[in-house]
């Protein structure tokens, strides 16, 4: 009883502190690889406009990176402290891989970061350039080596347990384990579409509300542009991540989608548009399906087999199936979303250009595109949900349950980390949206000239 | 000597190193905070936390590569301390999330007091759980497989409160070298002042961990009476000398020597005190070859991470001589927020 209500208390606590975490790396990603281009844009144009915009983005960068910072350390330590069961079992690779993380991308990106915000009248514009790169480089390392090492989780590879741990004996397949490709550049792509996402909707808020319409119709056609990549590219790759965990995590795949019977070999599987499931009951309450469209997406072909519920042990299914069933519907919808979006802001731009007043003549565009701003994040939590619920009860999946992941604690140890953490990401959230909302309302400071920078770092640096 | 013994050398050897660059960096910097709730006004709080601006985030990261050197290469080790210190390390986590974003809010706020005051509390709660930290793990803790089972609160000792007064008082000492290096005018006079009773304050405190630390632990004290004392005896004499050359630096009020003085003193006793553990990792019990993860994980992560330590040296020098010379509340002001 204790045991399980601790492994519980640890799980709500891993959710909380790792769905918190999240939502700041992904604009730290997208909005990073945005300053890497408007810096090289001005200093390819000479145009002072992008180094405002430089100056002006990176002001919210800061604020949100000071805080993906800080609730990204508390999850390094929290496999120790919440899963130390499961730290002595996989250590071998997944702290391996950790291990990495903290050398190469943390380091690169904090080791940057100083000179890329305080630089600019210290350093010449092109160290100024590569400080900025280099910071966009170390955090898309960091989730490369972090999304590698939760792929491998969703699908083990490349070892044997030995004495009751996790023993490598081929890294290359460990890293590489079979959901690494999808894992890590759905989520990367998905963190440059949320920084795409807010560059657009907060350009769009102030060609809506006619403040320094021309300055921000370069940013949000940026967006536009980059949209037109970005958008397609993910639905391909939340395809690809949907067939792959069919093929890996079937029990995952199946709760995903409401899928109770396994289809008999011939016949396709009907996938169910909306349905409510029911672990109780062993099937769906209600649902409205379409025949043969679970097998089209799972399998890409017109009867493929797709694996029933029913057909895995019940102490092997995920639980909270309706969370799963409609966190991953939430996602996708919002991903086709971010598609049409696109589409329709390039028909204008087809049609009228980018001048910013034919753009407020269509404010219900601009309007679409504030709403972007927070869809974005609700769809990368959706997805990493779907993700991490869906792979339950295995915390290394078909390998190590939750419940003997779980490290041995007093309840009350937890109950007390879970209430400051609570508390503590009350107050961040809500200051980080106090400061956040200032930046906005201040806008862009349009009179900034650029440095006159030293041209060696080691000339004149004490100004 | 063989690979598997030699990739044990190696990450002790990178262990320890972060350990000592986090403690020292993120040392003076966390001492900067503390004594910056002792400063007279908003104006000084700003600049003491203006000098931290461009190096407080890298030093924090050394604590983040211990972190995952320590998981990758000695899981057990990982899995022990973070689990039997659950509450302390939640605590400094806590402390740190606070400082972390006071030093970022503090420039967007207009309540700048508020900001400041969270930040210096921060840094004293995250000095002062490293602190108790130190102290448990002088102690050690029974265990059943790996895990602290018993309830109580095996950190909480008069010993771990006194090793948690002198990691405070240490700090401070290193921040108040640190604004010596930092400042000018009143601002530096402040800084020799309070550096100089700070001094006094953790030569005190250390001289009696030193004395009760055998007391705590039989293991450490048959290591410094033993006849495996001598490099102990050497880490010893390094101290009082560092000591000696930081009083000396404090009454001559020389500019560099009171924070280079306090790195070496603490480099030295950190050393000794950390390697009179040796060969234990966590007490009683788990040795460091014991946790040793397999021997290719070990040889994997040396592949990937050695390369990179010099680069991380580098790249993290040429930050601290980008913003050398003393700190000009204008010019940092100027250039975060312009």
């Known amino acids: 009883m204790s045991a399980t209500l601790v492994t519980d208390l640890s799980r709500a606590q891993f959710a909380l502190t790792a769905l918190f975490h ?24 000479g145009d002072v406009d992008y180094y405002r915009h430089a100056r002006f983005w990176a002001k919210l960068f800061v604020l949100n990176f000071g805080v993906g910072v800080v609730t990204g350390l508390p999850l390094e330590f929290e496999f120790g402290t919440n899963w130390a069961e499961f730290s002595r079992f996989a250590g071998d690779f997944f702290g391996a891989v950790l291990g990495f993380e903290g050398a190469m991308a943390f380091m690169l990106e904090a080791g940057f970061l100083g000179i890329m915000l305080l630089g600019w009248k210290r350093v010449p514009r092109g160290v100024h350039f590569f400080a900025t790169l280099m910071v966009a480089v170390g955090a898309s390392l960091s989730a490369l080596w972090i999304v590698m090492a939760n792929s491998w989780m969703q699908t083990p590879a490349g070892g044997t347990v030995v004495n009751g741990h996790f023993v490598v004996t081929d890294f290359w397949a460990a890293m590489f384990n079979p959901d690494m490709i999808w894992g890590v ?4 792509v998905a963190a440059l579409e949320v920084g795409c996402f807010v ?12 403040r320094n319409p021309a300055f921000f119709m370069k940013s949000l056609k940026m967006a536009v542009l980059a949209a037109v990549l970005i958008t397609p590219l ?57 025949p043969n469209v679970l097998s089209v997406l799972a399998t890409h072909s017109w009867d493929g087999q797709v694996k029933g519920l029913l057909d895995i042990a019940p102490q092997d299914r995920p639980p909270a199936l309706p969370l799963l069933f409609y966190s ?52 990368v939590e959706m997805g990493w949900i779907v993700r991490e619920v869906g792979r339950q009860p295995w915390l290394i999946y078909g390998v190590l349950r939750t419940s003997e992941g779980a490290s041995k604690l007093p309840a009350s140890s937890v109950m007390f980390s879970i209430a400051g953490y609570s508390l503590l990401y009350i107050v961040l959230a809500i200051a980080f949206f106090i400061f956040a909302r200032r930046w906005l309302r201040k806008g862009p400071d349009l009179t900034l000239k650029p440095p006159q920078a030293p041209p060696h770092a080691w000339q004149d640096r004490r100004t | 000597m063989d690979m598997h013994s030699f990739l044990l050398v190696f990450w002790i050897g990178v262990a320890g190193l972060s350990l000592l660059l986090y403690v020292v960096l993120d040392g003076f910097d966390l001492g900067v905070g503390i004594l910056s709730l002792v400063a007279c006004d908003e104006d000084r709080r700003g600049l003491m936390m203006a000098s931290l601006s461009s190096v407080w985030d890298a030093n924090e990261t050394w604590l983040v590569l211990l972190g995952g050197v320590l998981f990758g290469a000695f899981p057990p080790v990982y899995a022990a301390l973070l689990q039997g210190l659950y509450i302390p390390v939640i605590v400094m986590l806590f402390a740190l999330i606070m400082r972390g974003v006071a030093f970022e809010f503090r420039h967007a706020s ?25 102290g448990a793990l002088i102690q050690g803790w029974p265990t059943e497989a790996g895990n602290y089972v018993q309830s109580g609160w095996h950190w909480l000792t008069p010993f771990t409160l006194l090793t948690a007064l002198g990691v405070v008082l240490g700090y401070a000492l290193m921040g108040a070298g640190w604004l010596i290096l930092k400042s000018t005018g009143e601002m530096q006079d402040r800084a020799y002042q309070r ?12 001289v009696l961990v030193l004395a009760l630390t055998p007391l705590q632990n039989a293991h450490i004290a048959a290591r410094w009476t033993g006849s495996s004392a001598l490099p102990y005896a050497l880490a010893g004499g390094v101290a009082v000398f560092a000591a000696l050359l930081t009083i000396w630096a404090y009454l001559k009020r020389h500019e560099y020597w009171p924070f280079l003085g306090t790195l070496l003193l603490f480099t030295a006793s950190f050393t000794g005190l950390v390697g009179s553990l040796y060969p234990y990792a966590v007490m009683p019990g788990l040795t460091w070859n014991a946790a040793a993860a397999s021997t290719g994980t070990q040889l994997f992560m040396l592949v990937g991470i050695l390369p990179l330590i010099p680069i991380m040296l580098i790249y993290n020098g040429y930050q601290y001589l980008v913003f050398s010379g003393k700190v000009d509340g204008v010019a940092y002001g100027e250039d975060h927020s312009g």
């Open chain 1, 328 to 379: 991953f519907r939430l996602m996708v919808a919002i991903g086709f979303y971010f598609f049409a979006l696109m589409a329709l802001s390039l028909w204008q731009a087809w049609r009228h250009g980018w001048h910013e007043q034919d753009w407020q003549q269509r404010s219900w565009l601009l309007k679409g595109w504030l709403w972007a701003v927070p869809l974005g994040y609700v769809a």
């Open chain 1, 185 to 188: 550049s759905h989520m990367w």
């Open chain 1, 22 to 45: 999240i939502l700041w790396p992904v604009l730290t990603i997208g909005l990073s690889f945005f300053l890497v281009v408007i810096e090289a844009l001005w200093l390819k144009t």
């Open chain 1, 234 to 290: 993910q639905i391909f790759l939340g395809d690809g991540s949907g067939q792959s965990v069919f093929a890996y995590q079937p029990a995952k795949g199946a709760a995903i989608e409401g899928h109770w019977h396994t289809n008999p070999l011939g016949q396709g599987a009907p996938w169910a548009v909306v349905a409510w499931p029911d672990a109780e009951k062993g099937g769906n309450d209600w649902a409205l399906e379409v």
């Open chain 2, 110 to 134: 207009g309540r700048k007091w508020l900001w400041n005051f969270t930040f210096g509390l921060g840094s004293l709660g995250a000095a002062v759980s490293q602190g108790v930290i130190l």
């Open chain 1, 199 to 210: 560059v657009g909707g907060v350009s769009a808020w102030y060609v809506l509300k006619n």
């Open chain 2, 195 to 206: 550096g100089f009773w700070l001094l006094m304050g953790t030569l005190a405190t250390g």
